[in-house]
T-cell receptor, first 114, second 113 residues
Framework: EAGVAQSPRYKIIEKRQSVAFWCNPISGHATLYWYQQILGQGPKLLIQFQNNGVVDDSQLPKDRFSAERLKGVDSTLKIQPAKLEDSAVYLC????????????FGPGTRLTVT | DAKTTQPTSMDCAEGRAANLPCNHSTISGNEYVYWYRQIHSQGPQYIIHGLKNNETNEMASLIITEDRKSSTLILPHATLRDTAVYYCIVTGYSGGSNYKLTFGKGTLLTVNP
């Protein structure tokens, strides 16, 4: 079974530029999550999708971050414009139905904002 | 979600059992205890979860106290590849955002040769 795929693996941008991350979840997984992990901390949930609908985006900085999950499969997370404090690893995870706490994580995208 | 408390770091000798404690004194009746680990430069990996009974799988055992206020993850024969940050998370059904995972800083387990 293929795991959660993410791209790119690394990205370096200058502040005020925009960036997008892509995630392809495990086939059949209805729920998709985006997390932000700052160095030395645990992952923090940014947004949760159930199929193509948003379930929880309470911790997403909506003035600069946006995410979509078209057709309930792939998802894209965008930052525009980026700030220095956005430097982090962005992790995508998915989970199968029924609802539970078992999530499968991708390898992450390491973003460096200079 | 209930909060958990874990030691910042632990050491273990290769081949010995690693016992990682977690306190979750405010856990509610419908909340589960989940354990994840994160090896350096990888995404977190699910290990095991339980409600009140002890659980075992191919990776680890989970021992939950009778009052459910604490638990211990046991890696029976630790190897160098088990060196990772281990996260204890308490979660359950909470309406729209079911089983939300709130990660703390976890315990850095270092397995020494």
């Amino acid at each position: 079974e293929a795991g959660v795929a993410q791209s790119p693996r690394y990205k370096i941008i200058e502040k005020r530029q925009s960036v997008a991350f892509w995630c392809n979840p495990i086939s059949g997984h209805a729920t998709l999550y985006w997390y932000q992990q700052i160095l030395g901390q645990g992952p923090k949930l940014l947004i949760q999708f159930q199929n193509n609908g948003v379930v929880d985006d309470s911790q997403l900085p909506k003035d600069r971050f946006s995410a979509e999950r078209l057709k309930g499969v792939d998802s894209t997370l965008k930052i525009q414009p980026a700030k220095l404090e956005d430097s982090a690893v962005y992790l995508c995870a998915s989970s199968p139905p029924p609802a539970g706490g078992e999530q499968y994580f991708g390898p992450g995208t390491r973003l460096t904002v200079t | 979600d209930a909060k958990t408390t874990q030691p910042t770091s632990m050491d273990c000798a290769e081949g010995r059992a690693a016992n990682l404690p977690c306190n979750h004194s405010t856990i509610s009746g419908n909340e589960y205890v989940y354990w994840y680990r994160q090896i350096h430069s990888q995404g977190p990996q699910y290990i095991i979860h339980g409600l009140k009974n002890n659980e075992t799988n191919e990776m680890a055992s989970l021992i939950i106290t009778e009052d459910r206020k604490s638990s211990t993850l046991i890696l029976p024969h630790a190897t160098l590849r088990d060196t990772a940050v281990y996260y204890c998370i308490v979660t359950g059904y909470s309406g729209g955002s079911n089983y939300k995972l709130t990660f703390g800083k976890g315990t850095l387990l270092t397995v020494n040769p």
